[in-house]
């Protein structure tokens, strides 16, 4: 992180992914699926 950034957190819900699979080595793709979950993402120092 630069110095001086402010910390900050994002939050996506949902955030989706769509996923695709190609047989034919990258050449057509096709879909596969699509899973949703929250995400948080944080720019700065996390505690745990």
């Known amino acids: 992180m630069a110095r001086g950034a402010p910390s900050k957190t994002r939050y996506?819900?949902?955030f989706d992914i769509r996923w695709e699979i190609s047989w034919d080595?990258?050449?057509s793709w096709h879909d596969?699926?699509?899973s949703s979950n929250p995400v948080y993402?944080?720019?700065g120092?996390?505690?745990t």
Request: aromatic fraction near 6%; avoid cysteine.
């Open 12 to 14: 996506f819900n949902p």
């Open 25 to 27: 080595g990258g050449k």
């Open 32 to 34: 596969a699926s699509t």
């Open 41 to 43: 993402v944080s720019l």
């Open 45 to 47: 120092n996390t505690r």
